[in-house]
C-alpha cells in the first residue's frame, strides 16, 4: 500500500468535547504505535500493540486517552473530555520485525488543536 | 530512567562543510541507537540504526560508550540534507522508542 495512513489530518476540538483519531497500518505489519509529538518537542510513546492486544499503555497521559485495535489491523486512539494540553501531533507507526532490527514506518500524523 | 539528548535545536552549516549533530543518551545496559529524520513535507523516517554499522546518504554515527553518545556525521554536507534529525533509543524489555527533541539541520549554499 501507500503506507501508514491517519485521519483526520487537522482536527479542531472545543475543550471538553471527544476525538477520535484513526490509523490504518501497512498491511501485514504485527507491531502499531501511537507517539505525540508536543510542538518543539521529539515524538513520545504513548501506547503499543501487537496484532490486536494492547501490550503497553504505560505512555498515555490519563484515563482520557484510550485506544484500540480489535481486528489487528486499523487503530483508533480516542481522547475523551480534551484539554488544551493534549494539542499535539500524534503519530501512528507500524513495524514488521522486532525493536532492533524493524523499521517504524510513521504516518503523516493527525494534528490537534484543542481551543 | 532511560534519556537521550540533542544539545542542539539548530545547526547551520555550508554546502561542502563537515556536519556532526550531537546525540548523548544515558541508559544502564548496551545501547542500540536510531537516528531518524524528517524532511520538509514528508513523513518522519529511519535514516540509520547502530546495529547494521550502515552509512546511509554519506552519514555515519559511531557509538562511543565512553562518552556515552551517537553522533551523526557527515564530511561533506549537501542541500538536501537540510532536515530536521532525531537520535531515538529503544527501551531495554519492551518496545518503547525514547527519542531526543530533535535538532534542525539547515545547509547554506
Known amino acids: 500500500g501507500a503506507g501508514v495512513s491517519q485521519s483526520p489530518r487537522y482536527k479542531v476540538a472545543k475543550r471538553g468535547q471527544d476525538v477520535a483519531l484513526r490509523c490504518d497500518p501497512i498491511s501485514g505489519h504485527v507491531s502499531l504505535f501511537w507517539y505525540q509529538q508536543a510542538l518543539g518537542q521529539g515524538p513520545e510513546f504513548l501506547t503499543y500493540f501487537q496484532n490486536e492486544a494492547q501490550l503497553d499503555k504505560s505512555g498515555l497521559p490519563s484515563d482520557r486517552f484510550f485506544a484500540e485495535r480489535p481486528e489487528g489491523s486499523v487503530s483508533t486512539l480516542k481522547i475523551q473530555r480534551t484539554q488544551q494540553e493534549d494539542s499535539a501531533v500524534y503519530l501512528c507507526?507500524?513495524?514488521?520485525?522486532?525493536?532492533?532490527?524493524?523499521?517504524?514506518?510513521f504516518g503523516e500524523g493527525s494534528r490537534l488543536t484543542v481551543l | 530512567a532511560q534519556r537521550v539528548t540533542q544539545p542542539e535545536k539548530l545547526l547551520s552549516v555550508f554546502k561542502g562543510a563537515p556536519v556532526e549533530l550531537k546525540c548523548n543518551y544515558s541508559?544502564?545496559?548496551?545501547?542500540?541507537l536510531f537516528w531518524y529524520v524528517q524532511y520538509s513535507r514528508q513523513r518522519l523516517q529511519l535514516l540509520l540504526r547502530h546495529i547494521s554499522r550502515e552509512s546511509i546518504k554519506g552519514f555515519t554515527a559511531d557509538l562511543n560508550k565512553g562518552e556515552t553518545s551517537f553522533h551523526l556525521k557527515k564530511p561533506f554536507a549537501q542541500e538536501e540534507d537540510s532536515a530536521m534529525y532525531y537520535c531515538?533509543?529503544?527501551?531495554?524489555?519492551?518496545?518503547?522508542?525514547?527519542f531526543g527533541t530533535g535538532t534542525r539541520l539547515t545547509i547554506i549554499p
Open positions: 541508559y544502564s545496559g548496551s545501547p542500540e
Open positions: 507507526a507500524s513495524r514488521t520485525g522486532g525493536p532492533l532490527t524493524g523499521e517504524l514506518f
Open positions: 531515538a533509543l529503544p527501551n531495554f524489555g519492551n518496545e518503547k522508542l525514547t
